[in-house]
Structure formats: structure tokens, C-alpha cells
């Protein structure tokens, strides 16, 4: 197989397409990021609750306690941006049916 046939299958992104290609990517990490603050900051407000106002909520002091301990990049699955990692992401290389 030649260089031509390996790369004429794999056509270059344009310098456009890359910069457009890394601000999503960069928007989806800061978006992931700041929601990973935010619920950070909301399981440390559980450790400020009296135990009335756990039961409020149906949580136990040591509920509240085992959440509030849970690593920072551990969010709920509901609240988790779309692809957040880019793992996903579309293949900038696509193999071109042959005709």
C-alpha cells in the first residue's frame, strides 16, 4: 500500500475545523469542571446540617458524612455534561466507503 492510498483515506483537518475541534473540547472540560465544583461545594454544606434538617432531607449523619467524602469528580450520572471526557469523541480520520 502506498503513501498516497494511506493518506488520501485520511483526510487532514483544516486549521478551522482543529481550533473548533479544541474549543469544544475545552468547553466541555471546563463544563465538566464547574460542575464538579458545584456539587463539591454542596456535599461540603452537608457537614453543616443538624440532624433535624438531615432528617428533612431522609439523610443520616453518616449518609451525609460518607457523601460529603466522595471524591470530587464523582457527580451524579444526571448531571453529567454530554461526553464529558471527549473518550467519545467523533473520529477526525473517517474511513470513506469505497465506491
Known amino acids: ?3 498516497e492510498t494511506l493518506t488520501s483515506r ?9 481550533i473548533g475541534a479544541l474549543a469544544q473540547d475545552l468547553s466541555r472540560y471546563v463544563s465538566y469542571f464547574l ?3 458545584s456539587v463539591a461545594r454542596q456535599r461540603r454544606r452537608l457537614l453543616t446540617l443538624d440532624e433535624k434538617a438531615l432528617k428533612d ?6 449518609d451525609a458524612f460518607r457523601e460529603a467524602n466522595r471524591s470530587f469528580w464523582d457527580i451524579p450520572e444526571d448531571l453529567k455534561p454530554h461526553n464529558p471526557t471527549g473518550l467519545e469523541r467523533r473520529n ?3 474511513t470513506h466507503a469505497r465506491g
Not at 10 to 18: C, E, H, K, N
Not at 57 to 62: A, D, E, K, M, P
Open 1 to 3: 500500500m502506498s503513501v
Open 10 to 18: 485520511r483526510p487532514f483537518l483544516t486549521r478551522a475545523q482543529g
Open 35 to 37: 460542575i464538579c465544583l
Open 57 to 62: 432531607i431522609g439523610v443520616n449523619s453518616v
Open 92 to 94: 477526525p480520520f473517517p
